[in-house]
């Protein structure tokens, strides 16, 4: 998919803003010590920077063949 090699502006503010919730999601949830929902802010948080991440590398991926 060439959509994120063509968006190159488009990918670089959803990177930086996912980064930037997660940060805040992770750092929140870690300061609500001993209540369940700190739990879920931070692993919400993660797989916000999961997305990040992933938005990242999504240009780099090698075209998969078909094995016809």
């Not at 090699?5 to 992770?26: D, N, Q, S």
């Amino acid at each position: 998919m060439e959509f994120w090699k063509e968006h190159v502006r488009l990918r670089l503010i959803l990177m930086t803003v996912l980064f930037a919730a997660g940060l805040v999601m992770v750092i929140g949830g870690w300061s609500m010590t001993g209540k369940l929902a700190g739990l879920g802010w931070m692993l919400l948080g993660l797989i916000l920077l999961l997305v990040a991440l992933a938005l990242y590398n999504k240009p780099f991926e090698t075209p998969k063949k078909n094995k016809r």
